[in-house]
T-cell receptor, first 115, second 107 residues
Framework: EAGVAQSPRYKIIEKRQSVAFWCNPI?????LYWYQQILGQGPKLLIQ????????DSQLPKDRFSAERLKGVDSTLKIQPAKLEDSAVYLC?????????????FGSGTQLSVL | DAKTTQPPSMDCAEGRAANLPCNHS???????VYWYRQIHSQGPQYIIH???NNETNEMASLIITEDRKSSTLILPHATLRDTAVYYC????????FGTGTSLTVIP
């Protein structure tokens, strides 16, 4: 079974530039999550999708971050414009359903460095 | 989601059992206890979860106290590959990670 795919693996940009990350969840998984992990901290949930609808985006900085999940499969997370404090690993995860008793499967993440 | 409290770090001798505690005193009756681990430079990996009863799988055992206010993850025979950050989450359907416990397995 193929896992959660993310690209790119690494990205270096200057502050005020834009950047986008892509995620392809496990086939058939309805729920998709984006997390931000700053060095030394646990992953922070940014947004949760159920199919192509947003379930929770309460921690997404909406002035600069946006995410979409077209057709309920792939997802992109965009930052525009980037700030120094956005340097982090961006993790995508998926699960079959959003409800309890489900396990999350994570991708390897995209490491973003903002200079 | 209930707040969880874990020790920031622990050591364990290779071959010994690693017992990782988690406090979740405000857990509600329908929230599950999940454990994930994260090896350096990788995404978190699911280990085990449970509601009330103790659980065991090929990776670990989960012991939940009768009042459900705390739990212990047991790695029965720790290896060097078990060195990782271990996260305990008490949740119904959303997964908020804390800072976890950094486990170091010592040769």
């Amino acid at each position: 079974e193929a896992g959660v795919a993310q690209s790119p693996r690494y990205k270096i940009i200057e502050k005020r530039q834009s950047v986008a990350f892509w995620c392809n969840p496990i086939s058939g998984h309805a729920t998709l999550y984006w997390y931000q992990q700053i060095l030394g901290q646990g992953p922070k949930l940014l947004i949760q999708f159920q199919n192509n609808g947003v379930v929770d985006d309460s921690q997404l900085p909406k002035d600069r971050f946006s995410a979409e999940r077209l057709k309920g499969v792939d997802s992109t997370l965009k930052i525009q414009p980037a700030k120094l404090e956005d340097s982090a690993v961006y993790l995508c995860a998926s699960s079959q359903q959003p409800s309890f008793n489900e396990k999350l499967f994570f991708g390897s993440g995209t490491q973003l460095s903002v200079l | 989601d209930a707040k969880t409290t874990q020790p920031p770090s622990m050591d364990c001798a290779e071959g010994r059992a690693a017992n990782l505690p988690c406090n979740h005193s405000t857990i509600s009756g329908n929230e599950y206890v999940y454990w994930y681990r994260q090896i350096h430079s990788q995404g978190p990996q699911y280990i085990i979860h449970g509601l009330k009863n103790n659980e065991t799988n090929e990776m670990a055992s989960l012991i939940i106290t009768e009042d459900r206010k705390s739990s212990t993850l047991i790695l029965p025979h720790a290896t060097l590959r078990d060195t990782a950050v271990y996260y305990c989450i008490a949740s119904l359907d959303q997964f908020y990670f804390g800072t976890g416990t950094s486990l170091t397995v010592i040769p």
